[in-house]
């Protein structure tokens, strides 16, 4: 994910949630970033997850006077099953 639309006065909060029952998403980590980035490039380490984890990322800008993008991709690799 890029923070480089970030400005001084921006913040956002990066959240990580899995299913670790297979249901229920809950939140597996979070991490926050405020003002202007000098290393506008944001990773989520890549981990091994069962098929039914259903994984989700979110951002939420939390100050800021204008709406910021973030632009994102993600790569999904999906292990056979053995």
Same mark, same amino acid.
């Given at each position: 994910?890029?923070?480089?639309?970030?400005?001084?006065?921006?913040?956002?909060?990066?959240?990580?949630?899995?299913? $670790?029952?297979?249901?229920?998403?809950?939140? #597996?980590?979070?991490? @926050? &970033?405020?003002?202007?980035?000098? *290393?506008? !490039?944001?990773?989520?380490?890549?981990?091994?997850?069962?098929?039914?984890?259903?994984?989700? $990322?979110?951002?939420?800008?939390?100050?800021? #006077?204008?709406?910021? @993008? &973030?632009?994102?991709?993600?790569? *999904?690799? !999906?292990?056979?099953?053995?």
């Amino acid at each position: 994910m890029s923070l480089q639309n970030m400005a001084s006065g921006d913040a956002v909060t990066l959240r990580v949630y899995i299913a $670790v029952d297979g249901a229920n998403q809950k939140k #597996s980590d979070e991490v @926050s &970033f405020s003002g202007a980035q000098d *290393v506008p !490039v944001v990773r989520v380490p890549a981990v091994t997850l069962a098929y039914n984890a259903k994984p989700r $990322v979110t951002v939420t800008q939390t100050a800021g #006077s204008t709406l910021k @993008s &973030f632009p994102y991709t993600f790569i *999904v690799q !999906v292990m056979e099953v053995i």
